[in-house]
């Protein structure tokens, strides 16, 4: 095979950074796939299981769908948070079942009970996710200022920058340790294996077994 001829029959696969990885690391284990050389050398952004195929490229969260929707990468591992705020055309042939959590709308504990979901008409919110903030409170009636925030989210409403935020939440710990409540869930969140549109139809032998053994592996570790 020459070299052209193999490099058309490699899968590059975008894994995000993070506790993600690891998850997605025994998933891959669990499929029968060599993943021992993503975790030699953490600076290594691209590694390769050439017995398998296999190109690997690590890249931050936020970033997996692009690398995906333009074809650097043939598929890629998201959260359903980053695809439904980034709303990218890509291919969704496998829910992992990794990385689960919710996206909550939370508030100080000061206001909980003093006014209801139902009641609510307009206010401030902060958020990572203003797309999904913006059409959940739409499709609610209710009309929202929305405050783009990347890190440190409780710190918002304390501060008086918003009067409520929308984050994951997985424990409830944060927030608690914050002075803030859980108000409502918003969705409930998990990870999912996404796929380069043009890549399916160029590559459907290699990605459709890919996808078997991975959901055989989902199945398995339940």
Same mark, same amino acid.
């Given at each position: #095979?020459?070299?052209?001829?193999?490099?058309? /029959?490699? &899968?590059? %696969?975008?894994?995000?950074?993070?506790?993600?990885?690891?998850?997605?690391? =025994? $998933?891959?284990?669990?499929?029968?796939?060599?993943?021992?050389?993503?975790?030699?050398?953490?600076?290594?952004? %691209?590694?390769?299981?050439?017995?398998?195929?296999?190109?690997? #490229?690590?890249?931050?969260?936020?970033?997996?769908?692009?690398?995906?929707?333009?074809?650097?990468?043939?598929?890629?591992?998201?959260? !359903?948070?980053? *695809?439904?705020?980034?709303?990218?055309?890509?291919?969704?042939?496998?829910? *992992?079942? +990794?990385?689960? !959590?919710?996206?909550? +709308?939370?508030?100080?504990?000061?206001?909980? =009970?003093?006014?209801?979901?139902?009641?609510?008409?307009?206010?401030?919110?902060?958020?990572?996710?203003?797309?999904?903030?913006?059409?959940?409170?739409?499709?609610?009636?209710?009309?929202?200022? +929305?405050?783009?925030?990347?890190?440190? %989210?409780?710190?918002?409403?304390? $501060?008086? &920058?918003?009067?409520?935020?929308? /984050?994951?939440?997985?424990?409830?710990?944060?927030?608690?340790?914050?002075?803030?409540?859980?108000?409502?869930?918003?969705?409930?969140?998990?990870?999912? *294996?996404? !796929?380069?549109?043009?890549? *399916?139809?160029?590559?459907?032998?290699? %990605?459709?077994?890919?996808?078997?053994?991975?959901?055989?592996?989902?199945?398995?570790?339940?």
């Amino acid at each position: #095979m020459t070299s052209s001829a193999l490099e058309r /029959d490699i &899968l590059t %696969i975008a894994l995000p950074k993070g506790r993600i990885l690891k998850d997605a690391a =025994g $998933l891959f284990r669990a499929a029968g796939v060599d993943f021992s050389q993503i975790f030699q050398d953490k600076r290594k952004l %691209i590694s390769e299981t050439l017995a398998e195929g296999l190109r690997f #490229m690590i890249v931050r969260s936020q970033d997996v769908p692009t690398y995906v929707e333009y074809g650097a990468a043939d598929l890629g591992i998201a959260g !359903c948070d980053v *695809l439904l705020e980034q709303d990218l055309d890509l291919y969704e042939p496998l829910d *992992l079942q +990794i990385g689960k !959590c919710r996206m909550m +709308i939370a508030e100080p504990a000061e206001l909980a =009970g003093v006014e209801s979901p139902a009641n609510w008409t307009h206010m401030k919110v902060a958020s990572k996710y203003p797309n999904i903030t913006t059409r959940y409170f739409q499709e609610k009636g209710v009309q929202v200022e +929305i405050i783009k925030l990347y890190g440190s %989210i409780e710190l918002a409403p304390l $501060l008086g &920058l918003s009067d409520r935020i929308v /984050d994951l939440v997985e424990t409830g710990e944060t927030l608690k340790k914050n002075g803030l409540v859980e108000v409502e869930t918003m969705m409930e969140i998990s990870s999912k *294996l996404v !796929c380069n549109r043009a890549s *399916l139809k160029m590559k459907p032998k290699r %990605i459709k077994g890919l996808v078997e053994r991975l959901a055989r592996a989902v199945e398995q570790e339940g």
